[in-house]
Structures are given as structure tokens and as C-alpha cells.
């Protein structure tokens, strides 16, 4: 857990729970009907965000930020997954974070990925990817102040709301 207090907000980060499941549902759909951070115009049922967050709860790869101290309201998560389903790629994950509307600027996503990293690294894995919209300036400055690198680009990967987009993939060593 790490608990930060940014602009006279406390904001904890905590390992996830099934209990944190529709709050994460709403940040999610938020993103997919507004943003092009989550490339899918799918969103999640009820029943689908359960199963979607038991699988990273059984693999203790889920976080929250909250704020308000103990039992807090849910503003974030943080997720971490395979990059690739074959085994050659087992020691390398992909990092989603996601921030409520509204709560963007207070440092949450900061606090998340910091604690995402040290889970990654805690769990033994070498390196940790982050693919990201090549217009989202914001995440891919968060992701260079916690020491990940860009190392490519693949033009127009991506289509959503009707325009093609470049996505940034960046790279972190988990292993010293």
C-alpha cells in the first residue's frame, strides 16, 4: 500500500478487490466512450468486468488509488497483464493505468504506476511495456519519469471514433 498526499488530498493505493469491481468498470467505460486510451468501442457488462478483474485479482495484478482515507473513493486503477500469450514473452507485462474524469493532475497516476512497477518487479518479471496513443503527451511523460523508454512507433495501428492512431510503445528494465 502507499498512501501519498497530493494537493491536500490523501490518495492510498491498495491492492485491488473484487468489492472495487464497479467502480473500476465505470473509470473503464468512461475511457472507452471518450477517449482513445482503450482501443475497443465495447463496454464491459457487469458480468464481463468481474471476470475481466478475477483473472488479474488471481494474479495479484491489480491496484487501486483511493481517496478519503480508509474505505476512500475508488479514482483509479492500475492493471498489469501479459504483453504476449506465448511463453517466450512470460517475464515481460503491459501496464494499463486509468485515472476517474475529474481526478486527472492530483498525482494518482503517478502513485499508481510507481506502485505498479514495484508489484511487477516484486512478482519477478524483466521488463514491463507500456503501448500507448502517440498523441497522449500526458502518459507518455508519466511513463519517462519512472525510467521507461520509447522504442517504437507503429503507425496507424489503431482505428477508433473513425480515425486511424499511432501507438508508442515504451520499455522498462524491472531488472537491475
Same mark, same amino acid.
Given at each position: 500500500m502507499?498512501?501519498?498526499?497530493?494537493k491536500r488530498?490523501?490518495?492510498?493505493?491498495?491492492?485491488?478487490?473484487?468489492?472495487?469491481?464497479?467502480?473500476?468498470?465505470?473509470?473503464?467505460?468512461?475511457?472507452?466512450?471518450?477517449?482513445?486510451?482503450l482501443w475497443t468501442?465495447?463496454r464491459?457488462?457487469?458480468?464481463?468486468?468481474?471476470?475481466?478483474?478475477a483473472?488479474?485479482?488471481?494474479?495479484g495484478s491489480?491496484?487501486?488509488?483511493?481517496?478519503?482515507?480508509?474505505?476512500?473513493?475508488?479514482v483509479?486503477?492500475?492493471?498489469?497483464?501479459?504483453? +504476449?500469450?506465448?511463453?517466450?514473452?512470460?517475464?515481460?507485462?503491459?501496464?494499463s493505468?486509468?485515472?476517474?474524469?475529474?481526478?486527472?493532475g492530483?498525482?494518482?497516476?503517478?502513485?499508481?504506476?510507481?506502485?505498479l512497477?514495484?508489484?511487477?518487479?516484486g512478482?519477478?518479471h524483466?521488463?514491463?511495456?507500456?503501448?500507448?496513443?502517440?498523441?497522449?503527451?500526458?502518459?507518455i511523460?508519466?511513463? +519517462?519519469r519512472?525510467?521507461?523508454?520509447?522504442?517504437?512507433?507503429?503507425?496507424e495501428?489503431g482505428?477508433?471514433f473513425? +480515425?486511424?492512431?499511432?501507438?508508442?510503445?515504451? +520499455?522498462?528494465?524491472?531488472?537491475?
Open positions: 502507499v498512501t501519498i498526499y497530493e488530498e490523501v490518495v492510498r493505493v491498495r491492492p485491488a478487490t473484487t468489492a472495487d469491481g464497479e467502480a473500476i468498470r465505470v473509470i473503464r467505460n468512461h475511457a472507452v466512450a471518450t477517449s482513445t486510451a468501442d465495447t464491459q457488462s457487469p458480468a464481463d468486468a468481474a471476470a475481466w478483474l483473472v488479474h485479482l488471481a494474479r491489480a491496484l487501486v488509488a483511493e481517496t478519503g482515507g480508509e474505505d476512500g473513493e475508488v483509479g486503477f492500475a492493471v498489469y497483464g501479459p504483453w +504476449r500469450d506465448l511463453d517466450g514473452y512470460r517475464h515481460t507485462v503491459e501496464n493505468v486509468y485515472v476517474r474524469e475529474g481526478s486527472q492530483l498525482g494518482i497516476g503517478r502513485a499508481l504506476l510507481g506502485a512497477v514495484d508489484a511487477a518487479r512478482a519477478g524483466h521488463s514491463m511495456i507500456a503501448g500507448i496513443e502517440s498523441g497522449n503527451a500526458t502518459s511523460r508519466l511513463h +519517462r519512472f525510467g521507461f523508454t520509447e522504442v517504437g512507433t507503429v503507425r495501428a482505428l477508433k473513425g +480515425r486511424w492512431f499511432d501507438l508508442t510503445l515504451m +520499455r522498462l528494465a524491472l531488472e537491475n
